[in-house]
């Protein structure tokens, strides 16, 4: 073995013990039903309406979220690089200082801010939006509004990193070609921009689907998605093999999202 695969090797002995054997161990307790059959987990997952009920909250709720986030990190990216170097500076503080708190701390935050007596209410009666407090507290509008605010910054960053390497020069020459802003843009600037965009699609989607903390603390049992029915499984029902399908479910699914951004982003960048 040559130096460089030695070298290797305490990187892969930690990768295999710490996240190859769990999974090994979860696909194996998936398929440990109690009637013997080796699908019975899954057909039990997929024959319950209970269960695609989750399984469809699961996805509109990463789905809305996803697509929200790009709707706004996207136009926040492209400001954000055209900006002059100090207040790009300033722009990339304001990004990443929230990710130095950790999820429930900032989770927790927005239980305070959502409430009938917290800041949004007061906002929206200043603004005269409404005349009385409203409850925003575990409701949906305040689940997807607490999500999007945390996971904005992992949609915003792929596409600036994207967006810092097109070559300015390239656009130079759109306008010599007398391209206007916005043909520029749909022709130079969005396709070389699209492999960030897929990145942090895949990225968001995949949190926003195996989010725990978040739903759990802003809409509590009035919502439930699959990290929530998964945890439930494993620690209240007493139900391993039911959470581990539960969780393959999840795994697979948000896997083949990622595959599915990579691929298109990988079809864009060599087109």
């Not at 007398?178 to 895949?202: I, Q």
């Not at 439930?232 to 139900?239: E, R």
């Amino acid at each position: 073995m040559a130096a460089a695969g030695w070298l290797a090797l305490p990187a892969a002995a930690w990768a295999t013990i710490c996240f190859l054997l769990p999974l090994a161990i979860l696909f194996a307790t998936s398929f440990q039903s109690g009637d013997g059959a080796p699908f019975g987990v899954f057909a039990r997952i997929f024959g319950d309406s209970y269960y695609r009920d989750v399984i469809a909250n699961t996805v509109v709720y990463a789905s809305v979220v996803t697509f929200a986030c790009l709707a706004i990190g996207y136009p926040f990216a492209l400001a954000l690089v055209r900006l002059p170097g100090w207040l790009q500076a300033l722009g990339m503080i304001a990004i990443l200082l929230p990710l130095t708190a950790s999820a429930i701390v900032k989770t927790f935050g927005w239980t305070i801010l959502l409430r009938t007596t917290g800041l949004v209410n007061k906002l929206l009666m200043a603004i005269g939006a409404i005349d009385a407090p409203i409850r925003i507290l575990f409701t949906l509008p305040g689940l997807y509004l607490g999500t999007i605010n945390m996971l904005l910054p992992f949609m915003i960053l792929p596409i600036f990193a994207v967006m810092r390497r097109i070559d300015p020069t390239l656009l130079d020459a759109a306008a010599t070609l007398r391209s206007g802003p916005v043909d520029r843009f749909l022709r130079v600037t969005l396709p070389l921009s699209l492999p960030g965009a897929f990145a942090g699609f895949s990225i968001v989607f995949s949190l926003a689907s195996s989010a725990y903390v978040i739903p759990t603390l802003l809409i509590g049992e009035r919502h439930k998605v699959l990290s929530k029915v998964i945890a439930h499984n494993f620690l209240v029902a007493n139900d391993p093999a039911l959470g581990a399908g539960l969780a393959v479910v999840l795994l697979i699914f948000c896997t083949s999202m990622i595959a599915l951004a990579a691929r298109f982003g990988r079809a864009r960048k060599e087109s």
